[in-house]
């Protein structure tokens, strides 16, 4: 009787667990598409909606995201989830007339970008994210415009307003504007990239939260004059977001405490391209401290800027440290860490500039640390 009663129990343990596995494996399949969930802090008639497969994009068939608060030149989503899954392709549709897409997340998770995340259109996107944001080994991005990474709570106009994910409320008919400050009301979260994000056309890609990490092997890199900027916050205040010309900079007030930025066995890199008619984007880094770490037998690592054959200027490197730079290499490998490189009859190279509390530079071998490189028939290679 026992006997029986043994068997039946593991009759129904087998087949609870069987239902079990086949909800996960049923629940994995779909959380691609579930999760960009849309809140409901935007009017009925403006709210965001995630169409899947509706449009298309190079050939590839994208889910689009469509409706949103249009304010003149800005349009406003809002989510209560924003995730893009892993071979998912997520564009933001783009209306005539609009010059910034801005969306925030308004629940308790980071997002976690896995795939490819873009717009359809000219527009700059800006994602707010108050808990964080992660890039993925395989994220991919597809912006023509600006992309502005950010864990700030939300993001001013003038005195015109504030679009707030933590106190969300529907976008003021006078944010028509472009937005000039990034509000922090607690410790900001951090933004970590393993992704392969590269020769990417954007004007600007800029990331602005707690600890800014670019680490496994990864990559963020320009060549149509696209400039990248890093900057890390380490306490409650504000940020202002200037412009000068097609180039986003940021002003941080004196005084405010800053956070890390940290780049290991990766690059960050803007390229002039053979023929380039543009000069080379400009790299800024803001930061507490910076680490740049290389401890794998792999050139090209670290922060740098390359002009190739018949190109024009490259960029400048800008780095700015109220504790310190550290630069580290322990690979017998060459061109790892912060340099310029000007390649066989390359236009002029770019400056770097470091300004620290203190800079730490060790080297295992030549071409290491902070040098620049100018090849035969190369212009003047770029000042230290």
């Given at each position: 009787m026992?006997?029986?009663v043994l068997k039946r129990?593991n009759?129904?343990?087998?087949?609870?667990l069987c239902?079990?596995?086949?909800g996960?494996?049923?629940f994995?399949?779909?959380?691609?598409?579930?999760?960009?969930?849309?809140?409901?802090?935007?009017?009925?008639?403006?709210?965001?909606?995630l169409?899947?497969?509706?449009?298309?994009v190079n050939g590839?068939?994208v889910?689009?995201?469509?409706?949103g608060?249009?304010?003149d030149?800005?349009?406003?989503?809002?989510?209560?989830e924003?995730?893009?899954g892993?071979?998912q392709?997520?564009y933001f549709?783009n209306?005539a007339?609009?010059?910034?897409i801005l969306?925030r997340?308004?629940?308790?998770?980071?997002s976690n970008?896995?795939?490819?995340l873009g717009?359809?259109?000219?527009a700059?996107?800006?994602?707010?994210?108050?808990?964080?944001?992660?890039?993925?080994d395989k994220?991919?991005?597809?912006?023509?415009?600006?992309?502005?990474?950010?864990?700030?709570?939300?993001?001013?106009?003038?005195?015109?307003?504030?679009?707030?994910?933590?106190?969300?409320e529907?976008?003021?008919?006078?944010?028509?504007?472009?937005?000039n400050?990034?509000?922090?009301?607690?410790?900001?979260?951090n933004?970590?990239?393993?992704?392969?994000l590269?020769?990417?056309a954007?004007d600007?890609?800029?990331?602005?939260?707690?600890?800014?990490k670019v680490i496994?092997?990864?990559?963020?890199s320009?060549?149509q004059?696209?400039?990248?900027?890093?900057a890390?916050l380490?306490?409650p205040?504000q940020?202002?977001?200037t412009?000068d010309?097609?180039?986003?900079?940021?002003?941080?007030p004196?005084?405010?405490?800053k956070?890390?930025?940290?780049?290991t066995?990766?690059?960050?890199?803007?390229l002039v391209?053979e023929?380039?008619?543009v000069?080379?984007g400009?790299?800024?880094i803001?930061?507490?401290s910076?680490?740049?770490?290389?401890?794998?037998?792999k050139e090209?690592?670290?922060?740098?800027?390359?002009?190739?054959s018949?190109?024009?200027k490259s960029g400048d490197?800008?780095?700015?440290?109220?504790n310190s730079?550290?630069?580290k290499?322990?690979?017998?490998e060459?061109?790892?860490?912060?340099?310029?490189?000007?390649?066989?009859?390359?236009g002029?190279?770019?400056?770097?500039?470091i300004?620290?509390?203190?800079?730490?530079?060790?080297?295992?071998?030549?071409?290491?640390?902070i040098?620049t490189?100018t090849?035969?028939?190369?212009q003047?290679?770029?000042?230290?």
């Amino acid at each position: 009787m026992a006997l029986d009663v043994l068997k039946r129990y593991n009759t129904q343990l087998s087949l609870a667990l069987c239902l079990a596995i086949s909800g996960a494996y049923a629940f994995l399949a779909n959380q691609a598409h579930a999760q960009i969930t849309p809140d409901t802090t935007l009017p009925a008639g403006e709210r965001s909606l995630l169409d899947l497969g509706s449009g298309e994009v190079n050939g590839k068939i994208v889910d689009l995201i469509k409706g949103g608060a249009i304010r003149d030149i800005n349009l406003f989503h809002s989510f209560l989830e924003f995730n893009v899954g892993d071979g998912q392709r997520v564009y933001f549709a783009n209306p005539a007339g609009i010059e910034n897409i801005l969306s925030r997340v308004t629940g308790a998770n980071p997002s976690n970008i896995l795939g490819t995340l873009g717009v359809n259109g000219g527009a700059n996107l800006f994602l707010i994210n108050p808990n964080g944001i992660f890039f993925g080994d395989k994220a991919k991005l597809d912006v023509s415009g600006s992309f502005v990474g950010t864990t700030a709570d939300g993001i001013g106009f003038g005195n015109q307003g504030v679009f707030s994910a933590s106190n969300p409320e529907p976008p003021s008919p006078l944010l028509t504007v472009n937005p000039n400050v990034f509000f922090f009301n607690q410790i900001p979260g951090n933004i970590t990239s393993q992704a392969k994000l590269e020769e990417l056309a954007v004007d600007n890609l800029l990331l602005l939260g707690g600890d800014v990490k670019v680490i496994e092997d990864s990559k963020i890199s320009t060549n149509q004059g696209g400039n990248i900027l890093l900057a890390g916050l380490g306490a409650p205040g504000q940020v202002a977001l200037t412009r000068d010309g097609n180039k986003l900079g940021l002003d941080f007030p004196d005084g405010v405490k800053k956070s890390n930025v940290q780049l290991t066995n990766s690059a960050i890199e803007t390229l002039v391209p053979e023929d380039g008619n543009v000069d080379g984007g400009e790299i800024r880094i803001i930061a507490d401290s910076l680490e740049v770490e290389n401890t794998e037998k792999k050139e090209d690592q670290g922060i740098f800027t390359i002009t190739k054959s018949n190109g024009r200027k490259s960029g400048d490197i800008i780095i700015s440290a109220d504790n310190s730079v550290l630069i580290k290499s322990t690979a017998e490998e060459k061109r790892q860490g912060i340099f310029t490189r000007t390649q066989k009859e390359g236009g002029e190279g770019g400056k770097i500039t470091i300004c620290a509390g203190s800079l730490t530079v060790e080297t295992a071998r030549r071409k290491q640390g902070i040098f620049t490189i100018t090849k035969v028939n190369g212009q003047k290679g770029g000042d230290i």
